[in-house]
């Protein structure tokens, strides 16, 4: 039985390659997959760093204004918790975490009358390594 012409002259995809275009966009969709995770991770990280620097001018400068007769500025203090308004060692940042605040003070600068102020902020509640926050500042008490 002979093909008619029609049917002679189609051309289109064999098996193999529709398998092969299939598997090329599985691992294309995939990637993508992948990407959008490490981005929505790497974001979570990035609004935790965003709240602890926050937290960190925020102790900054509360400690700033502090009355330069305020014995905390005048002595050394090595690790010093910084407490939140109610007392407590934690404060929390709705989306971000959980962050304690610590402070150390040091007299023994180079210019005779001022007090170096360190502040550290670390992350407290997650259980995920995010770097510490730290800023340094001066305060001058003479």
Known sequence: MKMPQLLKNRQGFTLVELLVAMTLLTVGLLSVASMQTVALNNGSISYKISAASYL?????DDIASWDIANVKLNTDATDAVYLNQKGG???TVVGGG???ITYTTSTS??????TRIEVKV???G???AVRDVTITSFKRVV
């Not at 960190?56 to 900054?60: F, G, K, V």
């Not at 600068?109 to 001022?114: H, M, S």
């Open 89 to 91: 060692q934690t404060f």
């Open 56 to 60: 960190a001018r925020e102790a900054m």
């Open 126 to 128: 997650s259980g995920k």
């Open 122 to 124: 670390t992350d407290a």
């Open 98 to 100: 959980t962050f304690t």
């Open 109 to 114: 600068t180079p210019a005779v009358g001022t």
